[in-house]
């Protein structure tokens, strides 16, 4: 091969485990709304303290994967970048999915948990369950 179809190859190959990353992200979120709903479902108002944590739980758990998983996907567009700029006679592609190198140009993963992509999906889902848990008890 040489080393435009190398190159090529190594793009593709960066841009799968992008597509991944992005897909779990998906997931998550349909996972997230998928287990509030059936919860909610299956309350009744007697039930609503007791199933609140239940509730809150998986919103902050799915909300700290989904910003490692952001992160990750940060990280490897940095090594496409990377291997997109590398130039013929100069650089050398060596096929490497290794993205430690970039990790302390991204942000860490507290930073992207406040990110606000991931700041309005999951804190508007923590109030609506908020809203929802009180209409419950307070019905109108």
Not at 104 to 113: D, G, N, R
């Amino acid at each position: 091969m040489n080393f435009i179809e190398q190159k090529v190859k190594h793009l593709e190959m960066i841009q799968d485990v992008v597509k991944r990353m992005a897909s779990n992200s998906f997931q998550l979120k349909t996972w997230t709304i998928g287990i509030i709903s059936a919860v909610f479902a299956l309350m009744d108002k007697s039930q609503v303290f007791y199933l609140m944590p239940i509730l809150i739980v998986p919103v902050f758990l799915f909300w700290g994967l989904d910003a490692y998983f952001l992160r990750l996907e940060r990280l490897y567009r940095q090594l496409y970048e990377d291997v997109r700029q590398r130039q013929e006679g100069v650089d050398n592609i060596d096929f490497s999915l290794d993205y430690r190198s970039y990790e302390m140009q991204e942000k860490t993963w507290f930073q992207v948990v406040k990110s606000r992509t991931l700041l309005v999906f999951y804190g508007m889902l923590s109030l609506v369950i908020i809203c929802l848990i009180v209409a419950k008890i307070f019905p109108v």
